[in-house]
């Protein structure tokens, strides 16, 4: 069964230090999200992205973040400048062009130190 | 404002069934899900319902709608000690958008 793969599964960092996020999303699915889960938290949308470009974004999706698909398969979240309350567990998902059925990663856990 | 509410923890035995309970706000919604989160993995789907349903039920599962209260459950039959994880109850809240808002989770512990 096709699945979301998501690398790495955890990324330390330090404040200040930029980081990358990526996802391989299920291959025939078109729309594509990151979400996040600070811990203890609920799971909070980011973004979604369809042909090439940001079709909805949350307030926390600042200047901080932005999003790419750099080839066909891969799809990324960049941070700029880490935080410490930045980290969090970081879902990517996605979903065919005929429902809005969300397929999810495993996650990155993303610890900023 | 959108808002998904659910309880935070539920206990049952091995065999009983678990009912978990969701409420939200948004009349408007289209589909509503539920995902289940077992520990350091991620969000599984386990099944949806379209908001012109009442009910579905796949397997174990049963899903019922109250659109007149907002209100969704997620009924478990014969509840496994494999089936204790986070369950998170999920909507889109508008046609035309995509973003899914999210419960807090429900915690269920099923006892031996």
């Known amino acids: 069964e096709p699945e979301v793969t998501q690398t790495p599964s955890h990324q330390v960092t330090q404040m200040g230090q930029e980081v990358i996020l990526r996802c391989v999303p299920i291959?025939?699915?078109?729309?594509f999200y990151w979400y996040r889960q600070i811990l203890g938290q609920k799971v909070e949308f980011l973004v979604s992205?369809?042909?090439?470009?940001?079709?909805?974004k949350s307030e926390i999706f600042d200047d901080q973040f932005s999003v790419e698909r750099p080839d066909g398969s891969n799809f990324t979240l960049k941070i700029r400048s880490t935080k410490l309350e930045d980290s969090a567990m970081y879902f990517c998902?996605?979903?065919?062009?005929?429902?809005?059925?969300?397929?999810f990663g495993p996650g990155t856990r993303l610890t900023v130190l | 404002g959108e808002d998904v509410e659910q309880s935070l923890f539920l206990s049952v035995r091995e065999g009983d069934s678990s009912v978990i309970n969701c409420t939200y706000t948004?009349?408007?919604?289209?589909?509503l899900y539920w995902y289940k989160q077992e520990p350091g993995a991620g969000l599984q789907l386990l099944t949806y319902i379209f908001s012109n349903m009442d009910m579905k039920q796949d397997q174990r599962l049963t899903v019922l709608l109250n659109k007149k209260d907002k209100h969704l459950s997620l009924r478990i039959a014969d509840t496994q000690t494999g089936d204790s994880a986070i369950y998170f109850c999920a909507e889109i809240p508008d046609t035309g958008r995509r973003a899914l808002t999210f419960g807090s989770g429900t915690r269920l512990q099923v006892q031996p």
């Open positions: 291959s025939n699915h078109l729309y």
């Open positions: 948004d009349s408007s919604s289209t589909y």
């Open positions: 992205f369809y042909n090439n470009e940001i079709s909805e």
């Open positions: 998902a996605s979903s065919d062009a005929n429902t809005d059925t969300q397929y």
